[in-house]
């Protein structure tokens, strides 16, 4: 993601929505363990691009060391299930309360329920993430 721009500025806006909803439900941001989550947050609302980008490839660039995403073995596993309807999805449904758009997460949640049931075969996107952000 940190290699693509326009894969970045749409991370960013993801991570961007759900900290307006997080605002909007007054719940605080607070580092978890061996994750700087308040540098994430203020990299994310308070940074530019050219300076934000290089900081968090460093900060949370390599956190997984060699481990796929959890996402990407989800839709793999072949179970037909995904953890986005628990973290995109609940952006969304919580931004629909407080009256906060989450259009990036929804995009991504709602593409991610599709993949992982077989509605878009798994090779929809596969090293074509134009295709992903022309849905937005």
């Given at each position: ?59 949370v ?11 990407h ?24 309360k ?39």
């Open positions: 993601i940190f290699a693509h721009p326009d894969l970045y500025r749409l991370e960013i806006r993801q991570l961007g929505e759900a900290l307006a909803v997080m605002s909007a439900a007054k719940i605080p941001v607070i580092d978890l363990p061996k994750t700087p989550v308040r540098l994430l947050a203020f990299a994310v609302l308070g940074l530019p691009e050219r300076l934000s980008r290089p900081l968090l490839q460093r900060a660039g390599g956190g997984r060391g060699g481990k796929m995403p959890s996402f073995i989800d839709l793999h596993s072949g179970r037909g299930k995904t953890e986005a309807d628990y973290l995109n999805g609940a952006v969304v449904r919580f931004g629909e407080l009256g906060v758009p989450t259009p990036v997460n929804r995009l991504l949640n709602e593409t991610m329920l599709a993949l992982a049931s077989g509605e878009l075969p798994l090779d929809t996107f596969a090293r074509q993430p134009e295709k992903l952000l022309s849905r937005l």
